[in-house]
């Protein structure tokens, strides 16, 4: 109808390199009405070119990271490390698409490792490792500007002082759109670098009652910053109490919550322990969970 904004579009992929606007035209023909019956046909009147305005088709931005941040769970010498890594893209990716992680200084061997994604299944929950490379494939596509995140664990290097390489990450439109690609850029953070020690976030001790000559509940809350494995000792010194007392009974874990036990180290469920006396004052424990770790 006269006067009505008619509006249409459709997908195109823009050229590899940027070039100068082109010139854009419209042309076309305006049909002729409907006659009436055994009235003579009529001409449809053509439409001149016309210069559309607007710019497309430029290329003039290169595909980007618009975040790149990378971070880790603990920098103590030798630990299972958690690398967290965040990115988005000013273009959309495909499935199949390709991101590629470099300069990861980690002991680790090549094999593939698990991811835990932000987006459920957009990794399909693993990566391949090895040459200080995490290389990882999209079964999902991603959409432009969208903040995808992913962790994976790696061993810490032992290092006297920080040793953290810098970290690139890449990215490909994979098999089907290799066209599409992401420069590698340098990551926002340092990961990696070890040179920490294992010590302890948080370390409490309670007792339940201070009267003289009554069984007295000692209570440990401890945390450490890194996990700890199966044979792992953990030595508490300084209780002094009597030596002939034979009814030491010692309880690794505590309810803490009104639940099962699980406060012990920050939180872990199904713990075991084994608790052996080293002298009147020296109490080792060895823990595990169900995982072998706290």
């Not at 790696?154 to 690139?168: H, K, M, Y």
Request: proline fraction near 6%; aromatic fraction near 6%.
């Amino acid at each position: 109808a006269r006067d009505q904004v008619v509006t249409f579009e459709f997908t195109i992929t823009n050229p590899v390199a940027a070039q100068a606007r082109a010139a854009v035209f419209m042309t076309g023909t305006v049909r002729a009405p409907p006659r009436p019956a055994g009235a003579p046909s009529a001409q449809g009147l053509a439409i001149a070119g016309i210069d559309v305005a607007g710019e497309v088709l430029t290329a003039s931005l290169s595909p980007a990271f618009l975040t790149r941040i990378v971070s880790e769970s603990t920098n103590v010498n030798g630990a299972i490390n958690t690398v967290t890594v965040s990115l988005a893209m000013n273009i959309p990716l495909p499935v199949g698409a390709e991101i590629t992680v470099t300069g990861l200084n980690s002991v680790s061997e090549p094999a593939r490792i698990s991811v835990r994604e932000g987006d459920p299944g957009m990794f399909g929950g693993s990566a391949m490792w090895g040459s200080r490379t995490l290389r990882l494939v999209s079964a999902q596509a991603i959409a432009e500007r969208h903040m995808v995140s992913f962790s994976f664990q790696l061993q810490n290097r032992v290092c006297a002082q920080p040793c953290g390489t810098p970290v690139f990450v890449n990215a490909t439109g994979g098999e089907s759109a290799r066209v599409l690609q992401l420069a590698s850029t340098e990551l926002f953070g340092t990961v990696l670098g070890a040179s920490g020690h294992v010590s302890w976030f948080s370390k409490v001790v309670h007792e339940s009652t201070r009267t003289r000559e009554s069984r007295n509940n000692i209570t440990f809350a401890l945390q450490p910053n890194a996990p700890m494995y199966e044979g792992s000792v953990v030595v508490i010194e300084g209780l002094v109490y009597d030596p002939a007392d034979d009814r030491v009974d010692i309880q690794p874990c505590y309810n803490c919550e009104g639940r099962p036990p699980k406060c012990f180290a920050g939180g872990v469920q199904n713990l075991a322990a084994t608790v052996f006396q080293l002298d009147s004052c020296h109490i080792g424990v060895y823990v595990t969970d169900e995982n072998g770790m706290i």
